[in-house]
C-alpha cells in the first residue's frame, strides 16, 4: 500500500486567517440523501398536480358547457368582462358565450346552500299560494 503524499507550506498569519475565513464561509453539508429526497419528491408532486389541472379544467369545461339550450342576453360591468375575456384569451373558451355559461354554472355550483335555502323557500310560498286559492274559492262561490 502506497502512502499519500505530504506537502508542507509556510504561510503567514494573516495567510491563515484568511483561510480560515473562507472555511468557515462554506456551507456546512446536509445530510444526505435526505433533502435531495424531499426535492424530488417536491418536485414528483408539482408535476402530478401540474399534470391534472388541465384535465379538471377541461371537464369542468364540458359539464358547464353540456346542455347550453336557452339564450340569455346579460349586461355586466367592466371587471366581469375582463374575466370573461381573460377566460377565451388563454384558449379554454372559443367564446364570451361559453366562457359566461361557464362562470355562471360554477358560481350556482359555489352557492348550492344559497340555492337549496332559495327553493326551500319558493315551496312555501307556493304551499301558501294554495292555500289563499282554496280558502277564496271556498268564500266566493263562482257565478
Do not use: C, Y
Not at 389541472?53 to 366581469?80: H, Q, T, W, Y
Amino acid at each position: 500500500m502506497k502512502e499519500p503524499d505530504i506537502t508542507i507550506e509556510e504561510r503567514s498569519e494573516e495567510q491563515d486567517k484568511a483561510h480560515i475565513e473562507v472555511r468557515k464561509a462554506e456551507p456546512a453539508e446536509e445530510p444526505t440523501g435526505r433533502v435531495e429526497t424531499a426535492i424530488d419528491d417536491l418536485a414528483a408532486s408539482v408535476r402530478e398536480f401540474a399534470a391534472k389541472i388541465p384535465e379538471s379544467i377541461s371537464k369542468a369545461v364540458e359539464r358547464a358547457l353540456a346542455g347550453r339550450d336557452f339564450p340569455l342576453m346579460v349586461r355586466v360591468n367592466d371587471e366581469a368582462l375582463k374575466r370573461i375575456d381573460q377566460l377565451v384569451e388563454t384558449g379554454i373558451f372559443k367564446s364570451r358565450s361559453e366562457s359566461a355559461a361557464f362562470l355562471i354554472s360554477e358560481g350556482i355550483k359555489a352557492q348550492a346552500a344559497l340555492f337549496e335555502r332559495i327553493e326551500s323557500k319558493i315551496r312555501e310560498i307556493e304551499k301558501l299560494r294554495q292555500e289563499l286559492k282554496h280558502i277564496i274559492q271556498e268564500e266566493i262561490p263562482p257565478q
